[in-house]
């Protein structure tokens, strides 16, 4: 036997006991597919179930904006009547149409409410999260938690004591009592937000601007703004949707002149009964303003709400 061919033996022999011997222990030649399919099954699971709870959270919206298509007699069947025809007879009820109150006023209080003490809430917590993140205070821990105990409390515990001070300084029916309670109930919690995203801004940023000579309020706005921006306009999105949907305080403090938009909804359920489609059309122009201040502000806020997540 020449040489090269006991080589070729050996070799052979050799693979096939390796094969052999990989076949009793059982084991792969690369693990890495099915590491890669379980992974792709397990996201697949995960998109899946997200889907799903998408839906079941977009179906009572989207049966809403359905419904309010429909006439009162459509409305109001049971089973619901999917193939219904379509009419506009309840967005025309809730703009006044049919001889009933006009929209726009509460609409238009709503969104002075809503704005005005959304900008008051971020000029003043724009500078005390920046006294308990970039210069914090003794016990600054203990002056947060403060903060979030307030929010603790419930709201009616507080309705009697601020319908008695309304009442006594003559704010009863005025819109600008609505910016000021709005502006204390949301200041905490906007406070508590920007103090996590104001952390991230590097210090030597603030330094080297002190050190050109730059002021509290010029850092505030030219430094500490820019670089918070996206957390600035998650906490001025959430501090919108708070106010804009209040009502216990709107209905108990408010008549004719200051009515917002959620005490107007409530003037659609009547003693003659529920008008649903009209109840669904005025519920679904009402939250347009929030739906599209969601979706201007919904890369701001996606941001904003991941600041400070990955360390």
Not at 78 to 106: H, I, M, Q, V
Not at 170 to 185: C, E, F, K, P, S
Not at 286 to 292: G, K, N, Q
Request: proline share 6%; aromatic share 10%; with cysteine.
């Amino acid at each position: 036997m020449t040489t090269a061919e006991t080589t070729t033996k050996s070799t052979s022999t050799f693979a096939s006991k390796s094969r052999a011997a990989r076949a009793r222990a059982g084991l792969r030649k690369d693990p890495e597919p099915t590491v890669v399919r379980r992974a792709r099954r397990r996201g697949a699971a995960l998109g899946l179930l997200a889907w799903l709870a998408g839906i079941l959270f977009f179906l009572p919206v989207a049966w809403m904006a359905l419904t309010s298509f429909h006439s009162e007699a459509d409305a109001a069947t049971n089973p619901p009547s999917l193939g219904a025809p379509l009419t506009l007879d309840g967005y025309r009820e809730f703009f006044g149409a049919g001889g009933g109150a006009s929209p726009w006023p509460p609409l238009i209080n709503s969104m002075t409410a809503s704005v005005v003490s959304t900008v008051l809430v971020l000029l003043l917590a724009l500078p005390a999260a920046y006294a308990l993140s970039i210069k914090p205070v003794h016990k600054w821990r203990d002056v947060l938690f403060f903060f979030l105990s307030t929010k603790m409390l419930p709201v009616v515990a507080g309705l009697l004591p601020v319908y008695l001070f309304a009442k006594n300084t003559g704010m009863l029916d005025n819109i600008w009592l609505l910016v000021i309670l709005y502006t204390a109930m949301n200041l905490p919690i906007a406070v508590w937000m920007m103090q996590s995203f104001l952390a991230e801004v590097p210090v030597s940023l603030i330094e080297a601007a002190q050190i050109d000579g730059a002021r509290l309020p010029t850092i505030l706005a030219r430094v500490i703004a820019p670089i918070a921006g996206p957390g600035m306009a998650a906490t001025a999105l959430i501090c919108f949707i708070f106010s804009w949907n209040e009502m216990l305080f709107a209905r108990v403090l408010t008549g004719v002149t200051a009515q917002t938009a959620p005490v107007f909804l409530t003037s659609f359920i009547t003693s003659q009964g529920l008008f649903l489609a009209k109840v669904c059309a005025a519920s679904l122009m009402i939250s347009l303003p929030v739906l599209a201040a969601g979706y201007a502000a919904q890369d701001k806020l996606v941001q904003g709400l991941s600041l400070g997540a990955v360390k």
